[in-house]
């Protein structure tokens, strides 16, 4: 093939890819593949092929095919040349391992990618490999660290005006700072991404509305959340991507059942875990297993409820993803409690608090000793609990800037409900 034809097949490619013809793209980025070889010394058909690949892995595993994905992204690894294509087919195989869950593989990769870059001064290398560490660790349950990398990631895409990259970065620290309970600092974080993601695309835009409706939903601020996840979800449904309508449809889910909506909601919550398997992404089936269980909870469905719970509690064993274990540990607790055994789910309970103190879930940990201090016997003890519950109430609350933010989350039914019985 020659140049002038390899150069227009991408563009058509590239083209289709934009105006969302996923069919079309794949049809033309797998054409170029075929009719070119891997094994060429031309540096254009060399350049057009690792184009391909990567662009092609990154729309599979938007389209749910991660599988496929990793094999493009191996494929570019076994035509990289150059250090930094190298260093760049780690970054894409790591970051696509962390999207299928194996965090393992993908945090050993990563570090590989790490080593490379800083060893060749490759600078945006080294800031993308800081990025995926980060993500490894958030979805390990690791916040603290994985806030350390991506704040070591951001000065790098900063320094070279990548706005992609800075509106990722900052995305993933709203996201940790969110699991965190420091909310204020998540909504400042996703507020910061929304405007690079506001230049970036139409994407981007939806997922990082997506996620500053979750940090208000964290508050119980959900008529705000509701909004922010109703204009995402018109974003996502326009680029016909259903990877991304996965995690809104959770969201929406969660805030319909607290609005009292509760069929509505749990028809969102069961099309997200629905879309979740379909399109491999772990980390949201984990979380709508959590609000499923939590949601059948209100609807008085305790054995489906506590299979929601079981099913995530042992994904997240398996994967030694504490955080999320402590989100099984809480829910199988209530399901526990709602069948009257308190002994069983005092212990839970007592894991879960261990768990959520060890990968910092603050927002998760004022629940779990609220729940305590309800099943409790002894009334010292069921104190203690409560005085904690407050203390870290206090502490998510305290730094809001906003007040009627700050009002909404301590006039929460929830949270009201423990600050009351504390004062009595």
């Given at each position: 093939?020659?140049?002038?034809?390899?150069?227009?097949?991408?563009?058509?490619?590239?083209?289709?890819?934009?105006?969302?013809?996923?069919?079309?793209?794949?049809?033309?980025?797998?054409?170029?593949?075929?009719?070119?070889?891997?094994?060429?010394?031309?540096?254009?058909?060399?350049?057009?092929?690792?184009?391909?690949?990567?662009?092609?892995?990154?729309?599979?595993?938007?389209?749910?095919?991660?599988?496929?994905?990793?094999?493009?992204?191996?494929?570019?690894?076994?035509e990289a040349f150059t250090a930094a294509q190298k260093?760049?087919?780690?970054?894409?195989?790591?970051?696509?391992?962390?999207?299928?869950?194996?965090?393992?593989?993908?945090?050993?990769?990563?570090?590989?990618?790490?080593?490379?870059?800083?060893?060749?001064?490759?600078?945006?290398?080294?800031?993308?490999?800081?990025?995926?560490?980060?993500?490894?660790?958030?979805?390990?349950?690791?916040?603290?660290?994985?806030?350390?990398?991506?704040?070591?990631?951001?000065?790098?895409?900063?320094?070279?005006?990548?706005?992609?990259?800075?509106?990722?970065?900052?995305?993933?620290?709203?996201?940790?700072?969110?699991r965190l309970g420091q909310t204020d600092k998540a909504?400042?974080?996703?507020?910061?991404?929304?405007?690079?993601?506001?230049?970036?695309?139409?994407?981007?835009?939806?997922?990082?509305?997506?996620?500053?409706?979750?940090?208000?939903?964290?508050?119980?601020?959900?008529?705000?959340?509701?909004?922010?996840?109703?204009?995402?979800?018109?974003?996502?449904?326009?680029?016909?991507?259903?990877?991304?309508?996965?995690?809104?449809?959770?969201?929406?889910?969660?805030?319909?059942?607290?609005?009292?909506?509760?069929?509505?909601?749990?028809?969102?919550?069961?099309?997200?875990?629905?879309?979740?398997?379909?399109?491999?992404?772990?980390?949201?089936?984990?979380?709508?297993?959590?609000?499923?269980?939590?949601?059948?909870?209100?609807?008085?469905?305790?054995?489906?409820?506590?299979?929601?719970?079981?099913?995530?509690?042992?994904?997240?064993?398996?994967?030694?993803?504490?955080?999320?274990?402590?989100?099984?540990?809480?829910?199988?607790?209530?399901?526990?409690?709602?069948?009257?055994?308190?002994?069983?789910?005092?212990?839970?309970?007592?894991?879960?608090?261990?768990?959520?103190?060890?990968?910092?879930?603050?927002?998760?940990?004022?629940?779990?000793?609220?729940?305590?201090?309800?099943?409790?016997?002894?009334?010292?003890?069921?104190?203690?609990?409560?005085?904690?519950?407050?203390?870290?109430?206090?502490?998510?609350?305290?730094?809001?800037?906003?007040?009627?933010?700050?009002?909404?989350?301590?006039?929460?039914?929830?949270?009201?409900?423990?600050?009351?019985?504390?004062?009595?």
């Amino acid at each position: 093939m020659n140049q002038s034809n390899l150069k227009q097949m991408l563009a058509q490619a590239n083209t289709a890819l934009d105006e969302q013809n996923y069919a079309l793209a794949q049809t033309h980025y797998r054409r170029l593949l075929a009719e070119t070889s891997a094994q060429t010394t031309d540096p254009v058909t060399h350049s057009a092929r690792l184009q391909a690949w990567e662009k092609l892995g990154d729309l599979l595993y938007k389209l749910g095919n991660q599988e496929e994905a990793l094999s493009s992204f191996y494929a570019y690894q076994q035509e990289a040349f150059t250090a930094a294509q190298k260093n760049n087919a780690l970054a894409l195989i790591g970051n696509q391992l962390r999207h299928m869950g194996r965090l393992d593989e993908a945090l050993s990769t990563l570090q590989e990618a790490l080593r490379l870059a800083q060893a060749n001064s490759d600078e945006v290398g080294v800031a993308a490999a800081y990025l995926g560490i980060g993500g490894v660790h958030y979805q390990a349950g690791r916040l603290e660290e994985s806030l350390v990398y991506l704040e070591k990631a951001l000065p790098g895409f900063v320094k070279i005006g990548d706005r992609e990259q800075q509106m990722r970065t900052r995305n993933w620290q709203g996201i940790a700072y969110m699991r965190l309970g420091q909310t204020d600092k998540a909504i400042s974080a996703f507020t910061s991404a929304l405007k690079q993601a506001r230049l970036v695309n139409i994407r981007a835009t939806s997922i990082v509305l997506g996620n500053l409706g979750q940090a208000h939903q964290e508050l119980f601020d959900m008529e705000q959340a509701r909004q922010y996840h109703q204009e995402a979800m018109h974003l996502a449904e326009g680029t016909h991507l259903i990877g991304d309508i996965a995690d809104l449809s959770r969201n929406l889910g969660v805030e319909l059942v607290y609005l009292g909506r509760l069929e509505e909601g749990l028809t969102y919550l069961y099309q997200a875990l629905s879309i979740s398997e379909e399109t491999g992404q772990l980390d949201v089936k984990l979380q709508s297993l959590y609000s499923l269980a939590l949601a059948e909870l209100q609807q008085d469905n305790v054995e489906m409820a506590q299979s929601h719970a079981q099913v995530l509690r042992e994904i997240a064993e398996e994967r030694n993803a504490h955080a999320y274990v402590a989100d099984a540990l809480h829910a199988l607790g209530l399901c526990y409690k709602q069948r009257s055994d308190t002994n069983m789910a005092m212990q839970l309970w007592q894991q879960a608090s261990f768990l959520a103190h060890e990968t910092g879930q603050r927002m998760l940990l004022w629940q779990i000793h609220g729940a305590l201090a309800d099943v409790t016997p002894e009334d010292g003890l069921a104190q203690v609990h409560r005085r904690i519950a407050a203390e870290v109430i206090e502490q998510i609350a305290y730094p809001i800037a906003d007040d009627k933010l700050r009002q909404q989350f301590l006039n929460a039914p929830p949270v009201k409900r423990v600050l009351t019985q504390l004062e009595n």
